[in-house]
Structure formats: C-alpha cells, structure tokens
C-alpha cells in the first residue's frame, strides 16, 4: 500500500478514537457515570427520567397502529438472528484458533445498557433490547466475517462498494498482484497479533 494512504488512514483512525472519546466523555460528565457493567444517572436525572416514562396502557392506546400490527413480524426475526448467532459464533470458535486468528468478543458488539432508562416503560425497553441484539449481532459478524476476509482475499473490489468494513480500506488494491502470496502471509500473520 502507498505510504501516503497508510499514513492517512493511520491519522484518520487516530481521529475517530480521539472524536469518540470526547463524545463519551462529554455525554457520560452530563448525564451518567458507569461503574463497571452498571450505569448510574445522578439522582435528580433519574427522577426527570421518571416523570417522563409513558405507562403502558397510555402508550398502547397512543402508539401507531402499524407498530402494533406489524410487531410480530418484526420479532418474529429473532429466530434467525439468533440461528445465525449459534453459526457464526461456531465458526470463530472452531476455525479461527486454527487459522490464527484472534477471536472476535462478542460483548464489544453486543451492549444491552439502555435497560437503565428510567424514562422508557417495559415495552419500549424490550424494543431496545431487540435492537441492540440485533444491531450488536450484525456488528460482531460484520467484524468475524472481515477478520476472516481478510484471512482469505484481503483484495479491495474493482468497483466502490458502499460502507465496507473498517478493514477493508487496507487491502490490496484490484489487480496488485506483485507479491501477492508474501501480502496475502502479511495479513494473515497480522490477524494472530491482535488483541483478543
């Protein structure tokens, strides 16, 4: 890869951690603190939270219909979500200790914390629950399944393809075939010395 490309990737990486740290830090000193897997509001946003929380009855009658109705459509998915969790967690656990690569944590992707909302009532809180699994599932293979491209075929497509993978932008460019088994080793050596 141009060394003019790594760098600008290497600073663009250093700016998206050093933005999403002082987001977190901004949002956490206003509004929470987490104290382990727990996150704790300061006591009178935990009682404006409260007084905001629409009870269930209320938000039943007041909630779009086509929610309602279309509701066990939406969670009927959860069968496959989770067959393809069971899959795909299978597969990291059995091939990448063999091919060398280190596995993929589920808990950095899979984040069940919006529970601790005082102003959300059982039904929008279960509504979350559903979309960080979902959400968070989607990211953990997202990341399993690029690990293992890049393992495969670190090569970039001719075309541009819309939102790739963090990965991604440091493969091999279409057609750069000049040393391509030694690269190809390169990538392959990299994905065992990550962190698990």
């Known amino acids: 890869m141009n060394e003019q490309i790594n760098d600008l990737l290497q600073k663009m990486a250093a700016l998206e951690a050093e933005l999403q740290t002082a987001v977190h830090k901004q949002e956490s000193r206003v509004f929470f603190e987490i104290k382990g897997k727990r996150v704790e509001f300061e006591h009178s946003v935990k009682e404006a939270h409260r007084k905001l929380k629409t009870n269930v009855f209320r ?30 967690s299978f597969y990291q656990w059995t091939c990448f200790p063999i091919y060398g690569i280190a596995k993929v944590r589920r808990s950095d992707y899979l984040v069940f914390d919006r529970r601790h909302l005082a102003y959300l009532n059982i039904i929008e809180k279960f509504h979350c629950t559903y979309c960080e ?33 963090s990965r991604y932008k440091r493969f091999l460019a279409y057609g750069e075939a000049d040393a391509y088994e030694a690269k190809l080793e390169e990538f392959r050596v990299a994905l065992g010395k990550e962190v698990k």
């Open 133 to 165: 699994y979902g959400n968070g599932l989607l990211g953990y293979m997202a990341e399993i399944l690029a690990r293992t491209e890049q393992y495969f075929c670190p090569i970039k497509h001719a075309r541009k393809i819309l939102a790739p993978h």
């Open 59 to 88: 938000w039943l009658v007041t909630d779009r219909p086509q929610n309602l109705i279309t509701g066990p459509l939406i969670y009927g998915m959860v069968v496959p979500l989770l067959m393809l969790d069971i899959c795909v």
